[in-house]
């Protein structure tokens, strides 16, 4: 059965209205809930940036049923792996066991600014690969004395250990990423542009990966972008905290001053152009359907923005999620 899920976005908006709308998601009916981790917004003149753990632990003490996950985190270079996996069993234990880890090789917006090296994809890869180890390890209860490459551990062990299997989701974008999120991982975050391009580069390529390795295919979270709006300039504005994600050169960007100019100085039919603008919950259908017909996602996640979020959860939950369901259902 597919399930949904709401975006709450640290980089467009502040902690305590992340919990609300987390709060709505759920009355709204949503299942899930991915919450993303930047320590540097995409802009930097309508931004937030909170700390993504602690918004996590308030949506535990502040929800009941939806489950969450890490949209996601970067588990290299802030963070040592060892120290991802102590906060994802502390807030599985504080939710009662509806955390899910969401790990990714990550932007230079978030490494960079602390003074980290944000090196090549290779050996981005190659960490991820180690941590992924160490977290799983961790987080099944064992004690780890670990000699990698890039990571150690001496006798790490949880003494707060989650209340059961947390699962990782790995973020892949093309098919190295695929293939390793299929061979360490159980299941795969990717972002959604055109569905077909997805399957052919992310969902088919993991399952030749789960195959090849002797597991079991790896479940698929959908996301794709939208933008709630009745025409350009409302679009505009909605997309406000988001434009930079689009322009060139964000993944080596440190500040978001310069990911905003190079926003401002693209067309903004360009920008636009990336991103779904819906105008009626129909749309939203239209949008979000082929993420279950055409990648296969047992997750789908509606990343959205407009100028009045709250209402446009309530609009989500009453008129878009039912015929979301009852499709899914039919395919």
Known sequence: ??????????????????????????????????????FHPWVDDAGS??????????????????????????????????????????????????????????ENLNEGPLGYPFPKYAERAARMEEALVIMRRLLDGGKLSYEGEYYRTDRAKLYSPPIGPVPIWMAAGGPKSAALAARLGDGIITSVKVPAVTKERVTDPAHEAAAAAGKPDPKILGTRWSIYAQNDDEAWEALAAWRGLRAPGRLQAVDPIELRQKADEMPREEILGQYSVVRSADDYV?????????????????????????????????????RLRAAAAAD
């Open 286 to 322: 239209e949008t979000y359907l082929p993420l279950v017909t055409t990648v296969g996602a047992e997750i789908v996640t509606i990343q959205t923005t407009s100028l009045d979020q709250e209402a446009t959860i309530a609009m989500l939950g009453d008129e878009v999620l039912p």
């Open 1 to 38: 059965m597919t399930r949904f899920a709401y975006f709450c976005g640290h980089e467009q908006w502040q902690p305590e209205q992340l919990v609300r709308h987390a709060v709505l998601a759920e009355q709204a009916g949503f299942d899930f809930l991915v919450v993303s981790e930047h």
């Open 49 to 106: 940036s909170g700390f993504a753990f602690s918004t996590l632990g308030a949506i535990a003490e502040a929800t009941e049923r939806v489950e969450f996950a890490t949209g996601v985190t970067t588990p290299l270079f802030r963070f040592h792996p060892g120290v991802v996996a102590q906060a994802a069993a502390t807030i599985d234990r504080l939710s009662g066991g509806r955390f899910h880890l969401g790990v990714g090789t990550g």
